[in-house]
């Protein structure tokens, strides 16, 4: 049994609580107006609530839980619990409010203070003690009550739980006032990167750079033209090819099918003007369609096979892994893999493959994710939620295309405007090839990406730092409550009422017994 400081005394949350205490509905006529509390009006971690709403009683008197002012409201439901849904119930409109179904109501009995047995219950070791003893199905797992009240804490006298308290919220409105700052510095660098991204896609980041090169940039015209030139290239090796394989087919006897002859590439051109409610791209740059930016290859832009193609049976844990959109993670290549598949099933899903430099997409879930596959991932292979981009490496670099699809206002807002319409945001070949991207020459291209770089690692850099004091802020606010619970956080009185005085009131009062105590474990 942990060891407590003189004058506190172990019981169980049900000794110096009430747990789910009923009401007399007969108290009430049906038009009273009531305050109402759903989940919602909960905030998660902060105890925050609104008691604002009302309904007629007639409306809560079936199917809703029943509190009053003073009590302690605890989510009892998964994800809610875990989140850190619980509050003290302040004034309301009516004597007795009433609340989803979902919360445990805790009633703290004379002697015993509210924000006390608040923090018993929302600090993250009893969190984490009532979420290994949840039961139910998975995504509807809820706390039963005996988990609360079986709980076993240290109760201190009545003064000494105030003055706790009251150190409490000394020590956490300080921790709060860092936090609040820490997020507004982590918000400012959100508006640090857009503005960053913005200035750069638009042309402004580098128009010193432009003016002091402008002799040495490839134009557009020159461009379209290189383009154009490799992909007549590419098509004539192709038609000797397919001439040749056309050859052997008739000589064979016209045996087995015709070879497919080799479509002609569509003539490129310079697009007019900008696209409808585009911004003006300064003088070397262009709005292209996404033709320019792939390679002259048979299939430049793949889409992952369908679950016919890849059946869940065929999963492996080890071999050729299969890229997801667990992969992706603003703009960076994720490792990991959930999915492989045999040698074999990778030959015959082999035009599915993803080669170092090449770009995936996520075509669901968080729509328009991208980033480049790695050297260490040549030869995986791609899943029916991404989208596989080939870009010609000399006409747009991996890295400037990433930075641009994900930083340019113009591709995310053609993003979300051509995939309306459907139930949900779904991505797919049809759209990107509908979009039109800002392009500058591949020399203006490497000088964004080096200071893209620069600066975004350095705001990541900040933003690491950022996360850790919110990280540190959490466990000072748990060292705080662990000092509490076990009389280290203020000086005992030997002038306060003892807790065993108070308990044994309480259960006079009630008209109880002791029972043998467990360790306390708040």
Not at 182 to 195: C, E, F, N
Request: aromatic share 6%; proline share 6%.
């Amino acid at each position: 049994m942990t060891e407590l400081p003189k004058g506190w005394e172990h019981a169980t949350l049900a000794d110096v609580c009430q747990i789910n205490p009923r009401v007399d509905k007969k108290t009430f006529e049906p038009d009273d107006i009531v305050a109402f509390v759903p989940m919602p009006a909960v905030e998660a971690e902060t105890g925050r609530i609104d008691v604002s709403e009302t309904r007629t009683f007639n409306e809560v008197k079936q199917g809703y839980t029943p509190f009053m002012k003073g009590d302690v409201l605890f989510a009892k439901i998964t994800p809610c619990m875990e989140n850190g849904k619980m509050a003290i119930v302040p004034e309301m409109v009516s004597k007795h409010g009433f609340g989803s179904t979902e919360f445990h109501v805790l009633r703290p009995l004379d002697g015993i203070a509210s924000e006390y047995i608040y923090h018993a219950v929302s600090n993250l070791g009893f969190r984490y003690h009532a979420e290994h003893n949840m039961t139910g199905a998975v995504g509807q797992k809820r706390v039963p009550a005996p988990v609360l009240e079986d709980h076993s804490i240290g109760v201190p006298p009545t003064n000494e739980q105030r003055r706790i308290v009251e150190r409490i919220e000394v020590m956490f409105d300080e921790i709060d006032h860092g936090v609040e700052n820490l997020k507004k510095a982590r918000a400012t660098l959100g508006l640090y990167r857009q503005s960053l991204l913005k200035s750069a896609f638009e042309g402004h980041l580098t128009a010193d750079w432009r003016a002091r090169n402008a002799d040495k940039l490839e134009t557009p015209e020159t461009l379209l033209a290189r383009i154009q030139k490799e992909r007549d290239t590419r098509y004539k090796s192709a038609l000797d090819a397919w001439q040749d394989a056309l050859t052997n087919w008739r000589e064979n006897g016209e045996e087995g099918k015709k070879p497919p002859k080799p479509k002609v590439p569509e003539a490129l051109a310079i697009p007019d003007g900008k696209p409808d409610a585009f911004y003006i791209l300064p003088k070397g740059w262009s709005w292209v369609p996404l033709e320019w930016l792939l390679t002259a290859e048979r299939r430049p832009m793949t889409t992952g096979p369908f679950g016919t193609m890849l059946k869940k049976q065929e999963h492996q844990k080890t071999g050729v892994p299969v890229l997801g959109i667990e992969n992706i993670g603003s703009g960076r290549f994720l490792p990991g893999n959930k999915i492989f598949v045999t040698t074999d099933k990778a030959v015959e899903l082999s035009s599915f493959e993803a080669k170092c430099g090449d770009l995936v997409i996520s075509r669901s879930g968080t729509v328009g994710e991208i980033c480049e596959v790695p050297e260490s991932y040549d030869g995986a292979l791609i899943s029916t939620n991404l989208l596989l981009v080939r870009p010609n490496h000399g006409v747009i670099s991996s890295a400037f295309f990433v930075n641009l699809f994900q930083g340019s206002s113009a591709v995310r807002k053609q993003i979300k405007e051509l995939c309306k319409g459907s139930s949900r945001e779904f991505l797919n070949q049809s759209i990107l090839r509908a979009m039109k991207y800002p392009l500058c020459s591949t020399e203006e291209q490497a000088e964004i990406t080096r200071i893209l770089d620069e600066h975004l690692s350095a705001a990541d850099a900040l933003e690491a730092e950022i996360d850790a004091g919110l990280t540190r802020a959490e466990a000072l606010r748990q060292s705080i409550l662990k000092q509490a619970f076990s009389g280290k956080l203020v000086p005992q009185d030997p002038k306060d009422e003892p807790a065993a005085t108070l308990l044994a009131r309480i259960r006079a009062e009630k008209g109880t017994k002791p029972k043998k105590r467990k360790a306390a474990n708040a």
